[in-house]
């Protein structure tokens, strides 16, 4: 996935595409690297299950770009898999990967800017207070 320059430093092995103004990590979805972040989130999921460590699963929102450079099938497949396994750890999951956000909420093609960002709080507040996620445990 390309990153914006400013990213550059605090990314190892990134190659700065002077033509697309980005920097290219993967280029394209890397289903090997999808697997690895499975294992590692579920072991992160874990964790959290046993020291009883209540986890919330965020699928943000993304721009036209991001829509336009990943395949459907991929772009279903991540959330979906994502929200099973942390259904299955007892993770709260909440998709803010709505129409809610336009193109005018984003600085790149993924990450939302300040206006972005006040709808990703006013939202997922609503979501998690839905979902009874504050409530204290008896």
């Known amino acids: 996935i390309a990153l914006r320059e400013k990213t550059a430093a605090a990314t190892p092995g990134a190659v700065f595409d002077s033509k697309a103004n980005s920097i290219q990590v993967d280029g394209q979805p ?5 697997e690895s972040e499975l294992l590692y989130f ?8 046993k020291e009883h460590i209540k986890m919330v699963f965020v699928n943000m929102p993304v721009g036209e770009e991001y829509r336009a450079k990943v ?3 991929l772009r279903k497949r991540y959330p979906d898999e994502l929200f ?4 299955s750890f007892g993770a709260t999951s909440v998709n803010l ?8 909420d984003f600085i790149d093609f993924i990450h939302v800017n300040a206006r972005g960002g006040v709808k ?6 609503k979501e998690l207070q839905a979902k009874n996620f504050f ?3 008896k």
């Open 30 to 34: 890397q289903i090997s690297r999808f």
């Open 42 to 49: 579920k072991k992160l999921l874990a964790l959290c299950k």
């Open 97 to 104: 990967d709505t129409k809610a956000f336009n193109q005018s």
């Open 135 to 137: 409530a204290i445990a």
């Open 71 to 73: 395949p459907p099938p």
């Open 84 to 87: 099973r396994i942390a259904e």
């Open 120 to 125: 990703v709080n006013e939202l997922l507040s």
